[in-house]
């Protein structure tokens, strides 16, 4: 499956995006698909995954500021994301694989898409 992100950008602090990632490729509703970010220099951080049925997990730092969705008939999962901080500034990557908060049980990435939080 090939993963292709959207949606980033430069926001001020306390505003909104809304990610998008397109799976092409095969058939994508029974995957587990998760977001995690990236910071030059430092590991890759999970943000947040969902399972095919709908069963969400998020990272600390983001739990009632960002949501995770999919629309499996569009072969996309979404990253809303509100009231963002400029720590929230970092490569989101989306990718496929087990349900884990761990980069090693995802098997599939994108390449990511930029998002800039300015204080």
């Known amino acids: 499956v090939q993963l292709v992100e959207s949606g980033g950008g430069l926001v001020q602090a306390g505003g909104s995006l809304r990610l998008s990632c397109a799976a092409s490729?095969?058939?994508?509703?029974?995957?587990?698909m998760g977001w995690f970010r990236q910071v030059p220099g430092k590991a890759r951080q999970f943000v947040a995954g969902i399972r095919s049925g709908g069963t969400t997990n998020y990272a600390d730092s983001v739990k009632g500021r960002f949501t995770i969705s999919r629309d499996n008939a569009k072969n996309t999962v979404f990253l809303q994301m509100n009231s963002l901080k400029p720590e929230d500034t970092a490569l989101y990557l989306c990718a496929s694989g087990r349900y884990s908060t761990r980069t090693w049980d995802y098997v599939n990435w994108g390449p990511g898409t930029q998002v800039t939080v300015s204080s």
């Open positions: 490729g095969r058939t994508f509703s029974s995957d587990v």
